[in-house]
T-cell receptor, first 117, second 112 residues
Framework: AQSVTQPDIHITVSEGASLELRCNYSYGATPYLFWYVQSPGQGLQLLLK??????LVQGIKGFEAEFKRSQSSFNLRKPSVHWSDAAEYFCAVGAMNYGGSQGNLIFGKGTKLSVKP | DGGITQSPKYLFRKEGQNVTLSCEQN?????MYWYRQDPGQGLRLIYYSQIVNDFQKGDIAEGYSVSREKKESFPLTVTSAQKNPTAFYLC???????????FGDGTRLSIL
């Protein structure tokens, strides 16, 4: 069965510091991978996606993520965090083939990011 | 302006009452989804629909019902059979199975 693990429930970083949020997935075939961000009381906004090709993908707001098949990981990074990046971040995996009962994304439980001034 | 509109933003349910959450989209997307979000639980799929007049149960469909009579609309009814309905409900759409989902701003449902 597909699954997504975000090992860190809550991370605090100082403004201007670098950031890495971890995501590990379990899926037999080549997955579609996504990172979303959610501000309190809001919906989810897509940061970036990986479908195929270059394993380093660039997203909005200066975020990037690297797909590592050997480690089943898709970690999100940002070189310098801004106070406005404080939010909750969700990693998600989608099936390449939507045959069967699933036609949806599987989400991790999220990592809450706090930013210290 | 294209997007997904969820209404109301806040909803209160009395004991034994059914309530309906609205989700309307003008993105012309075929697929629509309903998720439930509880603190620390991520998003869990309730129902999804790939085309009009067809929908499938997700992982936690018990106590919920949906309809898809129009491409633009995918309302979710939280029935009295759902004993723990307090949560944040998110509607999403996508135009193909291999494309990202776009999300509405959510409806927060609470018990009176």
């Amino acid at each position: 069965a597909q699954s997504v693990t975000q090992p860190d429930i809550h991370i605090t970083v100082s403004e201007g510091a670098s950031l890495e949020l971890r995501c590990n997935y379990s899926y037999g075939a080549t997955p579609y991978l996504f990172w979303y961000v959610q501000s309190p009381g809001q919906g989810l906004q897509l940061l970036l996606k990986y479908f195929s090709g270059d394993t380093l993908v660039q997203g909005i707001k200066g975020f990037e993520a690297e797909f590592k098949r050997s480690q089943s990981s898709f970690n999100l990074r940002k070189p310098s965090v801004h106070w406005s990046d404080a939010a909750e971040y969700f990693c998600a995996v989608g099936a390449m083939n939507y045959g069967g009962s699933q036609g949806n994304l599987i989400f991790g439980k999220g990592t809450k990011l706090s930013v210290k001034p | 302006d294209g997007g997904i509109t969820q209404s109301p933003k806040y909803l209160f349910r009395k004991e034994g009452q059914n309530v309906t959450l609205s989700c309307e989209q003008n993105l012309n997307h075929d697929a629509m989804y309903w998720y439930r979000q509880d603190p620390g639980q991520g998003l869990r799929l309730i129902y999804y629909s790939q085309i009009v007049n067809d929908f499938q149960k997700g992982d936690i469909a018990e106590g919920y019902s949906v309809s898809r009579e129009k491409k633009e609309s995918f309302p979710l009814t939280v029935t009295s059979a759902q004993k723990n309905p307090t949560a944040f409900y998110l509607c999403a759409t996508s135009d193909r199975r291999d494309q990202p989902q776009h999300f509405g701003d959510g409806t927060r449902l609470s018990i009176l």
